[in-house]
């Protein structure tokens, strides 16, 4: 466990309990204190008689407290992380207490746990259900093309006046035609800022993206076989995460980039961006919580993990699950881009097998933030510059590291608008 007092902090459900992490980060609050290869424990006096036991699974940064919280991680946990990031001296004990053995002897068995076998599932059902689903989404696509064939033949010019009732018709159709995905992309359309300058181009591009996906769907079948996978993904159709992990994937070193959380009412949805430190390759891993519900993958941005991941179906593989994972030592990187000359090229090409491009993470060697034209710029070292996209939070801190020097940055973007999200200091990785 190599974690920095920053990346734990980073683990905390909400600032209630960072803050309350770092009150439990002295050694004075623990009456036990032990670590080995595999976990991490300690006993924290709180005001009952018996102290809370605390246990980190420190091959996957996993939680277990006997604390009332319902949160993950709890301030306990989050207190015993600072305390042995800070003074790992105080950890003096080896061997596992019974209560940490359990824990670790019941996950180890989980891991190993054959699935139990499937039951019998009736093929001529399924195929008609997935008739009658196509049935739906073929249907509702023909409604949405009218849609927004009026859209056009009305002229632009005439929707900043549409009322909500207008966008959330459409999209509520969609979800009736069992095209959630679409049903999104309608909403999002819905939320552009019509005072905005300029909402003329995002608008279009956003309408332009939603009829090329329904057509490509009525044309699926002169695609190819992983770019129909593309479109139905985009579509709303799901895809059996137990049939991807039983398929090969890709082991490397992965280095979490970064982590951004969106809030969509009673769901949590997570996004891990992952790097392949020999492959190069880039990856998206998704995780949906329920409220109150614990989270099957702590990573936090800067932290190295030995892990085997699945791609899902795609001419261009970004999206992927984890399918076995531990934590792992710093190494060094592979495959950085030179420039921005080499990453638009890249994107041509990309663009080239999968014209729905969506933000990727990315990684550049020294790029300066620069201030030009009353926006914010990141400058290579051919001179060229890539604007920030708007807003950004976090440019003062990114100022502050570079102080003017260039540094080799870690984003996250698509065409001419990409967000930084970390950049390497002194060989050290730092999420902004």
């Known amino acids: 466990?190599?974690?920095?007092?920053?990346?734990?902090?980073?683990?905390?459900?909400?600032?209630?309990?960072?803050?309350?992490?770092?009150?439990?980060?002295?050694?004075?609050?623990?009456?036990?204190?032990?670590?080995?290869?595999?976990?991490?424990?300690?006993?924290?006096?709180?005001?009952?008689?018996?102290?809370?036991?605390t246990q980190v699974d420190l091959s996957t940064t996993s939680f277990k407290c006997s604390c009332p919280s319902r949160k993950f991680p709890c301030k306990h946990g989050l207190g015993l992380l600072l305390l042995y990031a800070r003074q790992s001296s105080q950890f003096k004990d080896h061997e596992m207490p019974p209560w940490v053995a359990e824990w670790i002897q019941k996950r180890e068995k989980g891991e190993q746990k054959a699935t139990a076998p499937d039951k019998k599932v009736d093929e001529a059902a399924q195929q008609k259900r997935g008739e009658n689903r196509e049935k739906k989404v073929g249907a509702g696509i023909e409604e949405l093309l009218r849609w927004i064939k009026d859209i056009v033949r009305g002229g632009f010019m005439q929707l900043p006046d549409k009322q909500p009732a207008f966008w959330e018709g459409m999209a509520k159709r969609m979800v009736d035609a069992q095209a959630g995905g679409l049903a999104t992309l309608v909403k999002q359309l819905g939320e552009t800022n019509f005072f905005a300058d300029g909402w003329q181009t995002g608008c279009i591009e956003q309408l332009l993206s939603i009829y090329l996906i329904a057509h490509a769907y009525k044309n699926r079948e002169g695609l190819s076989a992983a770019l129909q996978q593309d479109v139905r993904a985009l579509i709303g159709f799901t895809q059996n995460q137990e049939n991807l992990k039983e398929a090969t994937g890709i082991t490397d070193t992965w280095l979490v980039l970064g982590k951004q959380v969106v809030q969509e009412e009673q769901l949590t949805v997570e996004r891990y961006w992952l790097y392949g430190t020999q492959t190069a390759k880039s990856a998206l891993v998704l995780q949906f919580l329920v409220r109150a519900q614990g989270a099957v993958l702590s990573l936090t941005p800067g932290m190295f993990i030995e892990a085997?991941?699945?791609?899902?179906?795609?001419?261009?593989?970004?999206?992927?699950?984890?399918?076995?994972?531990?934590?792992?030592?710093?190494?060094?990187?592979?495959?950085?881009?030179?420039?921005?000359?080499?990453?638009?090229?890249?994107?041509?090409?990309?663009?080239?097998?999968?014209?729905?491009?969506?933000?990727?993470?990315?990684?550049?060697?020294?790029?300066?933030?620069?201030?030009?034209?009353?926006?914010?710029?990141?400058?290579?070292?051919?001179?060229?510059?890539?604007?920030?996209?708007?807003?950004?939070?976090?440019?003062?801190?990114?100022?502050?590291?570079?102080?003017?020097?260039?540094?080799?940055?870690?984003?996250?973007?698509?065409?001419?608008?990409?967000?930084?999200?970390?950049?390497?200091?002194?060989?050290?990785?730092?999420?902004?």
């Open 308 to 432: 085997e991941l699945v791609y899902y179906p795609s001419a261009v593989p970004l999206r992927a699950l984890i399918k076995k994972h531990a934590s792992a030592r710093p190494v060094s990187l592979q495959g950085m881009m030179p420039a921005w000359r080499e990453l638009r090229k890249q994107e041509v090409e990309t663009k080239a097998l999968f014209p729905f491009l969506q933000a990727r993470p990315c990684v550049v060697e020294q790029l300066t933030p620069v201030w030009h034209k009353e926006r914010w710029w990141l400058l290579d070292k051919n001179n060229e510059l890539m604007e920030i996209a708007a807003p950004f939070a976090p440019i003062w801190k990114l100022a502050a590291i570079s102080g003017g020097k260039p540094l080799d940055t870690a984003l996250v973007g698509r065409d001419n608008q990409y967000e930084p999200i970390g950049v390497w200091e002194n060989g050290q990785y730092k999420s902004l």
């Open 1 to 53: 466990m190599n974690l920095s007092e920053e990346q734990i902090l980073q683990l905390a459900p909400d600032e209630a309990s960072r803050k309350a992490g770092l009150g439990l980060a002295g050694a004075a609050k623990w009456v036990s204190r032990g670590v080995n290869d595999r976990a991490l424990w300690g006993e924290c006096q709180g005001s009952g008689s018996k102290p809370y036991q």
